[in-house]
């Protein structure tokens, strides 16, 4: 991470990833589901969907829902909050390329 002074405060500019700069394990999977989650939330938002419609059209409990409203998607694997996404009426492309280094990148990209 970068350091700089900022009105004489050190100040770290982070990754772009906070669980890689906290240090985490597995820290580029708790994006990717972080990234999913906020995706789901602003499709929620873009259909005016109360979490107890948004839990139904999901295959969701309500209460799961507002866990993921909250942050708390830990119970949900990556794989079932794509299906979320596509029973909200999104596509989900998966593109495979080569890495620029020795290991490869996982990133959502929203259109």
Do not use: W
């Not at 700069?21 to 259909?47: C, F, N, S």
């Amino acid at each position: 991470m970068k350091k700089r002074v900022i009105d004489g405060i050190e100040v770290l500019q982070g990754s772009g990833n906070v669980y890689a700069d906290l240090g985490l394990p597995d820290a580029e999977k708790h994006k990717v589901r972080a990234d999913l989650a906020i995706q789901i939330i602003k499709a929620m938002r873009r259909l005016s969907l109360t979490q107890q419609d948004a839990a139904k059209r999901m295959g969701l409990t309500q209460p799961k829902v507002s866990d993921l409203m909250r942050g708390n998607f830990t119970n949900l694997s990556e794989r079932k909050l794509m299906g979320c996404l596509n029973r909200l009426g999104y596509d989900i492309e998966i593109t495979v390329k080569p890495a620029a280094s020795q290991f490869g990148h996982l990133v959502v990209a929203a259109a």
